[in-house]
Structure formats: structure tokens, C-alpha cells
């Protein structure tokens, strides 16, 4: 692969980013700020902030996605600030960490300012404020990585404790602490379809499911330290950067290992982002380099192969890059292999094997299809025979012979053996549900004795009887799950007709109610889906969709009735629905509201928050969120109390008051530390104090000053 551009800055590139106006923003170590024009990686602008990183393994740097806002670790560790990139003044200082800052982030929305360090712990700073909005969920070791969901409701920490921490921010709970690694886990990454990536420090790859918490699938194939990752080319391709410099690249839908060294740069990989537009991959190096690589190379060459029907050359290309195999282009290829073997198989079947050879010929130069090719050749060199033999009804031997040639069974000749068998068997059923027709059901399967799949479905035919008779009954009432743990406990029933037909009705019930679905008709899907519940096979996903449906209903009928309660409510349990345009719409409201909540926390101003949330204090869903603005407010309070030199009882009633509402969070226990300093003579002990918790958190607990 070669890159298509590129250009050199000499210090490590740390960061690159395109902004929401199409700019590409590259940092280096030593935080100088580069505005690039994108296609050209012409500088079209920038800045110093003049702040040196020995250490960039972690995102010591971050910015909001309009570039208004950017954050970095001092280089000491010690601090992390925010920064307005207009102005190039600091926002805000989170220095509340015991020991170095690890690494800091921006979320999707540019909300929130995250402050991760070495002591385990994240300080979340509100970006239009400066001033601390909550703090994450604890890690017994310091942070890798941290990593935002493109819709902006979750956050994700990986720590050296070998843990995953998912935080819902749209409602301010911990979802999970996945647990699966070995080892220190140094990278994460959201994939679409809630998913998560994560690898550790012995390379071990993992890709989880965000609701349920479980591993969905380990990544094989990473043979060196994991420095980068990004997602690129619709989602479908994740591009993974290593210490070595080597860019290997995994297709998401089979979780397959595409390239283990699809890229390999001159040192290691220190930033990686992609391009849609363009689908260019864009690395950023520790030599300085920035360098872009159009992932689809070489496809103009496959163009221009196809045109002039040079197939033999085709795998070239492709082993050179496999992600060519996903370009539209490729697909034409696709299409004429297909339709090239079917009409070999077809001459092969028709006894035609010159003309097959002949068909195969365009493609005989390329070693992965040469081989199947071969391999059918041979496969049908008894066809004939097999043919001849099922001709002359001597079919213990026909069957023999297929199972021999698996390839067999697709022909034609085939087919009509399996029909008549069908047809044979049928017949026997119906005698065998008479006590006195058992004997001319085995005369009708006589010709079949000595073909060991039909054997055993004979045997289990004559020896159970009774089973098959309950089956028949069964699937004639619609018991459907008397039908299934019947199946379960006599396998054998599979190969009945009855089972096929049963599975098609679930098919059919699957797709109507899909189509209901889409139609609006949720009523009727739903009257589906529960017959489609009591198949084995549908089970879980009819119930999955009947609680997606029912939660529709229920959420469309609350927001037509303006029920604003129970529409919060509903919406948080379902991220399809905050994707709907209702969904959004009460997703931004509540936003809109909160900022403005957040002015008046800043401020310590309570009744202002209660009034500007006010609609939202009955709603269940919120009770979180609304905890941590009410605490945020809370905390500005006593932070003024002691700016002010209030009296010390005053400020030890508002701790306990505080620690009583909200629990030992660490806004509370770094203000402690800070009052006792100033107060040496007070006397107050945390530790003895009654606790409460952010989860256990009501409206009701609401007071306007918390040091009364």
C-alpha cells in the first residue's frame, strides 16, 4: 500500500481529527494545533498551546468535535485543562487527582470535559461552565482509555484493573463493569450496533455487547502492542495501529481477520482517523508523519481488468488488498463466478464436461478458484454412474454413491429421488397411524432399508408410533409448544414433513409480522409474535420484538396524550426509540433544559435548577440526572460557604447534609480534604457519618441551601 499524500511535522503527531467543518486538525507532542485542508494536507491555520507530552500512549489530548474546545494534560501529569481554541484561555483546571493525570476526553456532543488519572478516578467538568458536573464510577487502578458512543449516551473507561466501566450519561447510571481480561486493558472503541471493542496488554481482543455486558466475540491475529484504532468504511472495517508501525485490519460482520500487515509505516502508529468522504485512512506516526491511504487501492485497476475480460489477473490485486473483495466493482466479479459455476455444474450434470472446462478456463489463473474448480471437476467424475444407477431404480446404491459426492444432491436426478422418498414416506405415515397398517407401511419402504439416514427414520417411524400420532394432533390444535418439546425430547420428528411445514408457518408468521411492523399495524404483529414466542427457534427474538413494539405503543400513545412522564420514561429504556423523531426532539428539550439547569448550578442558584427542571422532578427515569445537578449545586454551595469563611459548623452541617444526600462521591471527599486544611480544628469524621447514594436520590430530598 502506498499513501496517497502526505506530510511531515517532525514531533510525534498525537491526534488527528476531522471537525465538524471538514477541516482535518492534526496535534503534535509538543500541542502544537494544526488546521489542514483535508484533501491537500495544505496548514490552513492553528496555534501553539506550547505544552510538551513525553507520554502519548494515552489520549493526553482531546477535542470537541467543532473545534471550539480542547483539553490536554499538563506536562507534568499533574493538571488537566480546558481551553477555548478562540480565545486560547483555560476554562478550567482539574487538579483533584491523587497523582498523574492518565488520560482525557470530549464527548460526542461536546457536553463534558473527562478528566481520567492514575488513581482510577474520572472528574467530568461541564464544558460551557468550567466547573465540575459528577465524577464516573471508581477504577482500582489507573485509566488506559476512555471512549464515547456516537449518539452520546455512553461513556466507557478501561483501566489496569482489568475492567471496563459503562456509564449511561442520558441518565447518570453505571450500566456494567465487563470483566473478561486478563491483563490491563489499554484500548476501547463503540462500534455501531451497541457494541464495544476492547485490547489488552497481551494483545487479547475482545468485542462486547453494551446491554448485555457479554463478550460477543474474540479477535484473533494481533501480534503486536495496540496503540490506535478506528472504524472506518461504513462501520464495516476496524483498522487497528500497533508500535511497530503496522495497520491490520478486521472485517466487523464475521469478526474475520482481513490483513494482519495491511499498512506498515517507518514507526509506530500514533493517531488513526478516517475519512468517509474520501475513504481514506489517516495515520499519524511518531516520526511526525501524516499520511493518508485510500483503503479501496487499486480498484480502478479491477475496473480495467473486468472491461477487457482479464480475469487471470484479478487476484493479484486482491491479494495485495483484500479489502478490494468489498467494492462494488468486486461484486461484478462475484456475480460472474457464480453464474460461471452454475452453468459448469450444469453441463457436468448433463454429462457436457468439455463445455464446463471451457467455462472454467477464464478463470483457471487464479489459485483460490482453480481450486474449486478442480475439486468439482473431480467430484463429478462418477455423475454418470450415479445417474445411471438412480435411472435404474437401484437406489440403495444411487444414495451411496451421493453421499459419497455431496455435490450430487443439488442435481436435478437427485431432487426427484428425495421426492419419491417423500412421497414413499408420506404414505407409510398415514398407514402407520392405523395398528393394522404397520406392515404395509414397511412394505412401501422396503426399496430404502440399507440407507442409513432413511434406516433410522424408519425404525423411529415403526418403534414411536405414538410420538409422531401426539405430533400430528399437536400441530393440528396450533399447540405449538407441545410441538416443540416434543421436537426437543425426539429429534428425529426434524425429518418429518410435518416439521418443515411447521417451520415455514413460523417463517411466514416471522416475516407478516415483520411487514405489521412496518406498516404500523402493531396490534396485529403482536398477535404474531406471541404464537412466534412458543417456537423454539423465534423464542427470544419474538419476545425481544414484542417488548420493542409494546414500548412503541406505549411511548407513541404517551407522547400523543403528552403524558411527558411516562414518554422519559419509556424512552430511557430503548436507544430505537431515542433514535425516532419524537425521541430526539424530547431528548433535546431535556438537554435544553439542563443547560440551562447547569447555569443556574454553577451559580449554587437551587431554585433556579427546580425551576427550570421542574416538569422533570416526577419522572422516575431522571431521578439520577437530576441528583447530579441538584448535587453540583450543592457543591458550589459549600465551596462558596468556605470562600466566604462561614462558620465551621455551618460548613460540617452541609458536609453531613451533603454525604447524607449523595453518599462519599469524590466531589465530597476532595472538598473534605480541602475544608480540613482551612478548619484544622474541626473534628468531624467522614467515615462515621450516615451515607446515603446518588441512585437513592428523590426529589423530595430537594432543600435550598444545603448547609441548613
Keep these: 500500500m502506498e499513501a496517497v499524500k502526505q506530510k511531515n511535522f517532525q514531533q510525534p503527531i498525537i491526534l488527528t481529527k476531522i471537525l465538524d467543518d471538514d477541516r482535518l486538525l492534526v496535534v503534535d507532542a509538543t500541542t502544537t494545533i494544526r488546521y489542514l485542508n483535508k484533501d491537500t494536507l495544505e496548514i490552513v491555520g492553528g496555534f501553539k498551546a506550547n505544552i510538551t507530552h513525553m507520554r502519548y500512549k494515552t489520549s493526553v489530548v482531546a477535542f470537541s468535535s467543532d473545534g471550539e474546545y480542547f483539553s490536554s494534560l499538563t506536562a507534568d501529569c499533574r493538571q488537566t485543562k480546558l481551553f477555548n481554541t478562540n480565545t486560547k484561555k483555560t476554562i478550567a483546571t482539574m487538579e483533584r487527582h491523587h497523582g498523574a493525570g492518565a488520560c482525557t476526553g470530549i464527548d460526542a456532543h461536546n457536553r463534558y470535559m473527562y478528566s481520567c488519572g492514575e488513581d482510577g478516578k474520572t472528574f467530568v467538568t461541564d464544558i460551557k461552565s468550567g466547573k465540575l458536573a459528577f465524577t464516573m464510577p471508581i477504577h482500582a487502578d489507573s485509566i488506559n482509555d476512555i471512549a464515547f458512543s456516537a449518539n452520546g449516551n455512553w461513556v466507557a473507561t478501561a483501566s489496569y484493573d482489568k475492567r471496563i466501566s459503562l456509564f449511561n450519561v442520558s441518565t447518570m447510571t453505571p450500566k456494567h463493569k465487563l470483566r473478561a481480561h486478563a491483563s490491563p486493558i489499554i484500548k476501547i472503541k463503540f462500534l455501531s450496533k451497541n457494541r464495544l471493542f476492547s485490547v489488552d496488554k497481551k494483545n487479547s481482543a475482545m468485542i462486547w455487547n453494551i446491554y448485555s455486558g457479554k463478550v460477543i466475540e474474540r479477535l484473533n491475529g494481533i501480534h503486536d502492542d495496540v496503540t ?81 475480460k482479464e480475469y487471470n489477473f484479478l487476484q493479484k490485486y486482491v491479494d495485495e488488498n483484500p479489502l478490494l473483495v468489498y467494492t462494488k466493482i468486486y461484486d461484478v466479479i462475484a456475480n460472474l463466478w457464480e453464474k460461471t459455476l452454475e452453468k459448469a455444474v450444469y453441463c457436468l450434470q448433463n454429462g457436457d464436461r468439455k463445455m464446463a472446462v471451457a467455462l472454467f478456463a477464464q478463470f483457471k489463473n487464479i489459485p483460490s478458484k482453480n481450486k474449486i474448480m478442480q475439486n468439482i471437476l473431480n467430484e463429478y467424475q462418477d455423475f454418470d454412474k450415479f445417474a445411471l444407477l438412480a435411472k435404474q431404480d437401484k437406489i440403495v446404491l444411487a444414495y451411496g454413491l451421493a453421499n459419497l459426492h455431496p455435490m450430487y444432491k443439488d442435481a436435478k436426478i437427485y431432487k426427484m429421488m428425495e421426492a419419491k422418498w417423500k412421497k414413499a414416506f408420506e404414505v407409510a405415515q398415514k398407514y402407520s397411524l392405523d395398528p393394522k397398517g404397520m406392515d404395509k407401511a414397511r412394505e412401501i419402504l422396503s426399496p430404502y432399508r440399507g440407507i442409513s439416514d432413511k434406516t433410522k427414520l ?241 426529589p423530595s430530598m430537594i432543600v435550598e441551601s444545603i448547609l441548613e
Design 228 to 308: 490506535q484504532v478506528v472504524v472506518g468504511g461504513e462501520e464495516r472495517f476496524l483498522f487497528v495501529g500497533t508500535s511497530l508501525g503496522y495497520i491490520m485490519v478486521y472485517e466487523l460482520d464475521k469478526y474475520e481477520q482481513l490483513a494482519k500487515k495491511y499498512i506498515k509505516i517507518s514507526s509506530a502508529v500514533t493517531s488513526l482517523e478516517f475519512d468517509e468522504k474520501s475513504n481514506h485512512l489517516i495515520i499519524g506516526s511518531e516520526d511526525g508523519d501524516v499520511l493518508c491511504y485510500n483503503i479501496y487501492e487499486g480498484e480502478q485497476n479491477l475496473r480495467s481488468l473486468i472491461q477487457n
Design 458 to 698: 424408519m425404525q423411529e417411524l415403526f418403534t414411536k408410533g405414538e410420538v409422531y400420532k401426539r405430533f400430528r394432533v399437536a400441530i393440528g390444535q396450533k399447540d405449538f409448544k407441545i410441538c416443540f418439546e416434543l421436537i426437543k425430547q425426539n429429534p428425529y420428528l426434524r425429518e418429518f414433513p410435518e416439521y418443515e411445514l411447521l417451520m415455514n408457518y413460523g417463517d411466514s408468521l416471522y416475516m407478516k409480522s415483520q411487514g405489521l411492523i412496518k406498516n404500523g399495524d402493531t396490534h396485529a404483529a403482536i398477535k404474531m409474535l406471541r404464537i412466534l414466542a412458543d417456537f423454539s427457534d423465534f423464542a427470544e427474538e419474538a419476545k425481544a420484538l414484542m417488548f420493542d413494539v409494546e414500548a412503541r405503543q406505549r411511548f407513541f400513545k404517551a407522547v400523543t396524550e403528552e403524558d411527558i412522564v411516562n414518554s422519559y420514561n419509556i424512552l430511557a429504556t430503548s436507544e430505537d426509540l431515542q433514535s425516532t423523531d419524537d425521541g430526539q426532539r424530547l431528548q433535546k428539550q431535556w438537554n435544553d433544559d439542563l443547560m440551562v439547569a447547569n447555569a443556574f448550578a454553577v451559580e449554587g442558584d437551587v431554585k433556579g435548577i427546580k425551576k427550570a427542571l421542574e416538569k422533570y422532578l416526577t419522572i422516575s427515569s431522571k431521578y439520577m440526572s437530576l441528583g447530579t445537578v441538584f448535587g453540583w449545586a450543592y457543591m458550589v454551595q459549600l465551596e462558596n460557604a468556605m470562600k466566604e469563611g462561614r462558620d465551621k459548623f455551618a460548613i460540617e452541617n452541609g458536609i453531613k447534609n451533603y454525604i447524607l444526600n449523595f453518599g462519599l462521591q469524590d466531589q465530597i471527599l476532595s472538598f473534605f480534604e480541602i475544608f480540613t486544611k482551612e478548619y484544622k480544628d474541626s473534628k468531624l469524621n467522614i467515615e462515621l457519618l450516615s451515607k446515603g447514594s446518588l441512585s437513592m436520590w428523590r
